[in-house]
Nanobody, 127 residues
């Protein structure tokens, strides 16, 4: 089992920044990658970014490229999502997730490929 706890969400004005954190505990050594997803009200959950624990290979959704940066601290078992130049359309509940297996690069962007999920943290961007 892997437990994930997100933090860092909140209310920010458009153009502002937030840094989300996801602390992992439990059998973290068995995890292959970590991802961030988001779900806006009335919409489906969508991929934001992902990173592999070993090597730190990163993946980004087009909406996140150039504005968001995913990083990890292996010693702390923590993954971060630095979000800059935030827009109202970034408003959503942000979830971190743990993926146990390497099933190909594209799979790192697919929610159903992830095995464990955090409870989510709300990000609200006002215009």
């Amino acid at each position: 089992q892997v437990q994930l706890v997100e933090s860092g969400g909140g209310l920010v004005q458009a153009g502002g920044s937030l840094r989300l954190s996801c602390a992992a505990s439990g059998r973290t050594f068995s995890s292959y990658a970590m991802g961030w997803f988001r779900q806006a009200s009335g919409k489906e959950r969508e991929f934001v970014a992902a990173i592999t624990w070993s090597g730190g290979t990163t993946y980004y959704a087009d909406a996140a490229k150039g504005r968001f940066t995913i990083s990890r601290d292996n010693a702390k078992n923590t993954v971060y999502l630095q979000m800059n130049s935030l827009k109202p359309e970034d408003t959503a509940v942000y979830y971190c997730a743990s993926k146990l297996f390497n099933s190909g690069s594209h799979a790192n962007t697919i929610a159903n490929e992830y095995n464990y999920w955090g409870q989510g943290t709300q990000v609200t961007v006002s215009s």
